[in-house]
C-alpha cells in the first residue's frame, strides 16, 4: 500500500514539477523581450507626399550670338536650344510636432547656381551638392515657433525658382543676383495673422560649403494689412571672402509689396539695396614714413578701408487675369551696379540695366503650364553677346516652356 502511494505521490510530483517548468518558461519567454522605447509598429505619417516638377523650355537668342550660354542669368540660360531647365522629385512631411522635406534636382539652372561651390575638398564639392535642392528637418518649439535646419530655399526677393509659382517665366536681375538656396538653422515665429518673422544662421551667401570661418544672418519679417495687400522685409548680412582675404562684409535689404487688387489684377513690386566693404587696396605713398615714422611703419596707405560699394534693384510687376485659361503678365525691372560688386562686366559703367519682359500663359493645360515670353534688355555698355563674336548693349530673346507640377 505504501509502496502504491509513493508511486502515485511520485506521478503527481512529477506533473506538478513540468506544469511549473512551463510556466516559467513561458514567463521567461514574456520577460526577456529586448526593451524598445520606440514603437515597433511605426506606420507611414498621412501628410507624406511625393512630388515631382520638371520645366522645359526653347530659347531663340535674337542676338544670334556664338556662345550657348548667356550671361547674367541662371534660368533660361542655354541659346537656340531644347533643354531641362529645372526638374526635381521630393518628398515632404508635416506633422503637428514636425516637418521636413528633401529634393533632389537636375538641370541647366542647377548647373548654373551651384557654379560657386567650392570644389577643391574631397568630402564636400560641387559634383555632390548640386543635385541638393532641399534637405531639412524642423521640430515645433511652441504652439507658433517652428525651428529649421539643413539646405532650404532662399527667402529673399518674390520670385521662385519653382517657375510656375511666378508670373514670369525667366527671373528678374534683381531675384538672379540673390540666393536661390540657403544652408544653416532658421527660426520662425508668428506673432499674429498678420504678423510673422524669422531669423537665420546660414552658412553664406548661397553656400553649402562654407568660405571661411564666420558665420552668416538673415532675417525675415512679413505683415499681412489686408488678405489683400502684404509687405515683406528681407535682411542679410555676412562676410563671404575666404580666409586669405580682408574681411568684405555684405549688407542685404530687400523689400517687397503685393497687392491682389482685383481677381483679374494683381501688382507687385520690390526694391533692394546692397552694400559690401571694399577688398583691401593698397597705394604706394613714401611720403607717410617721412611725414611720422611711428604711426606709419609702411610706405603703404590701404585705400579703401572703410569704403562700400553699394548695388540696386527696382522691379514692378502687374499680372491680368483675362480668363481661367488665359495670363497676360508684364515686368519691368532697373539694376544698377556701376562698381561690378555682383555683375562683373569689365567696362567703364559695369551693369547699368533695364530689362522688360511679356509673358503669356495658357492656363487650361493644369497641372501642366505652357508659356510664351518676350524679353529685351539694354545696358549702358555693350555687355551682351552678339553675332560674329560682337558685343551689343541690347538683348531680346523669345522662350517657349512647358512645365508641370505634381
Not at 529645372?86 to 514636425?98: G, P, T
Not at 531675384?175 to 498678420?194: A, I, M, N, Q, R
Not at 552694400?275 to 597705394?283: E, F, G, P, R, T
Request: net charge neutral.
Amino acid at each position: 500500500m505504501i509502496k502504491e502511494f509513493c508511486i502515485l505521490f511520485f506521478i503527481l510530483s512529477l506533473s506538478i514539477f513540468s506544469e511549473a517548468i512551463e510556466k516559467e518558461s513561458s514567463v521567461k519567454t514574456t520577460d526577456t523581450k529586448p526593451f524598445n522605447p520606440l514603437p515597433t509598429d511605426q506606420v507611414l505619417p498621412k501628410s507624406l507626399k511625393f512630388g515631382a516638377f520638371i520645366d522645359a523650355y526653347y530659347l531663340y537668342n535674337l542676338n544670334l550670338p556664338k556662345g550657348t550660354e548667356r550671361k547674367f542669368t541662371t534660368q533660361g540660360v542655354r541659346n537656340n536650344e531644347f533643354n531641362i531647365n529645372l526638374a526635381h522629385i521630393d518628398v515632404k512631411v508635416e506633422e503637428d510636432k514636425y516637418r521636413g522635406r528633401i529634393a533632389l534636382q537636375w538641370g541647366t539652372s542647377v548647373n548654373s547656381n551651384y557654379a560657386g561651390e567650392i570644389s577643391k575638398d574631397v568630402t564636400s564639392n560641387q559634383a555632390s551638392v548640386k543635385n541638393i535642392q532641399e534637405a531639412y528637418v524642423g521640430f515645433r518649439l511652441s504652439k507658433s515657433t517652428w525651428v529649421d535646419g539643413g539646405i532650404f530655399f532662399g527667402n529673399i526677393g518674390r520670385e521662385s525658382w519653382i517657375s510656375q509659382q511666378n508670373w514670369n517665366y525667366t527671373r528678374a536681375f534683381a531675384l538672379d543676383y540673390v540666393p536661390y538656396y540657403s544652408t544653416g538653422v532658421k527660426l520662425s515665429h508668428e506673432f499674429s495673422d498678420k504678423l510673422s518673422m524669422q531669423l537665420q544662421i546660414l552658412n553664406g551667401w548661397q553656400i553649402i560649403t562654407d568660405t571661411n570661418r564666420d558665420k552668416s544672418f538673415g532675417s525675415q519679417i512679413k505683415y499681412l494689412f489686408t488678405p489683400k495687400l502684404s509687405m515683406t522685409l528681407n535682411q542679410y548680412v555676412g562676410n563671404d571672402a575666404p580666409d586669405n582675404e580682408r574681411r568684405q562684409v555684405r549688407l542685404y535689404n530687400n523689400t517687397i509689396l503685393e497687392w491682389n487688387v482685383l481677381e483679374w489684377l494683381s501688382l507687385a513690386g520690390q526694391f533692394d539695396i546692397g552694400a559690401q566693404k571694399a577688398k583691401q587696396s593698397l597705394v604706394y605713398e613714401p611720403w607717410l614714413q617721412s611725414y611720422n615714422p611711428a604711426l606709419f611703419s609702411s610706405p603703404y596707405r590701404d585705400a579703401a578701408a572703410s569704403a562700400y560699394k553699394q548695388w540696386y534693384h527696382g522691379t514692378f510687376w502687374i499680372s491680368f487675369n483675362l480668363s481661367p485659361d488665359y495670363r497676360l503678365s508684364f515686368r519691368l525691372e532697373r539694376m544698377y551696379d556701376p562698381l561690378q560688386v555682383v555683375a562683373s562686366t569689365g567696362t567703364r559703367n559695369g551693369f547699368m540695366t533695364n530689362g522688360y519682359t511679356t509673358t503669356f500663359d495658357i492656363l487650361s493645360f493644369h497641372p501642366g503650364l505652357l508659356r510664351f515670353e518676350y524679353a529685351y534688355r539694354r545696358s549702358a555698355d555693350a555687355v551682351f553677346e552678339y553675332r560674329n563674336s560682337l558685343t551689343s548693349k541690347k538683348e531680346d530673346f523669345l522662350v517657349v516652356a512647358f512645365s508641370m507640377k505634381l
